[in-house]
């Protein structure tokens, strides 16, 4: 099942099944459902979504799913438990193929388990992310230095290095 929302006409489209719709009919006022060639319904459409439903939340409360699966989407950090110490501000969630895959294969874990490969993931973000601030703020301390020994090189100060003399 898949939801869709087109903000730029305000159309959501819930598909049930995949492929297209052999025929539709507006069941109520902005309300389409679309048919396969059987007559079985295979999506819902929902002209003016923001009149009918608040599209701000999605809740998803006892689905016998496998994984689900949050596709260009925006989240908000409110919304989403973040434990790396990200900013309150809206941050863009794409899950590659990769990623898909891993979290399946994680979601056999125990709870144990998968709590374990949680705090190490998060984990390894925080650290590349301090890496990355620590490294960013060493760069104007870099140039000063190599600066520094450009200019002692040029005043003689320097020697060449033999490494067979280590």
Wanted: charged share 30%.
């Amino acid at each position: 099942m898949i939801l869709q929302y087109d903000p730029s006409t305000d159309s959501l489209c819930i598909r049930l099944v995949e492929g297209e719709s052999a025929s539709s009919k507006e069941v109520a006022s902005g309300i389409v459902l679309g048919f396969d060639e059987r007559g079985r319904v295979m999506d819902i459409a929902v002209k003016d979504a923001s009149t009918f439903a608040d599209l701000s939340r999605l809740e998803v409360s006892a689905l016998p799913t496998a994984n689900v699966i949050l596709s260009e989407t925006v989240l908000r950090e409110r919304d989403v438990a973040y434990q790396v110490g990200l900013q309150p501000r809206e941050v863009r969630a794409v899950v590659t193929d990769a990623l898909e895959k891993a979290f399946i294969e994680a979601s056999r874990l125990t709870e144990q388990e998968q709590a374990g490969l949680a705090a190490w993931i998060l984990e390894e973000i925080a650290a590349e992310r301090r890496w990355e601030t620590a490294f960013a703020d060493s760069a104007d301390m870099l140039a000063q230095l190599a600066d520094q020994a450009l200019t002692e090189h040029r005043h003689g100060k320097t020697q060449v290095l033999d490494p067979d003399q280590l």
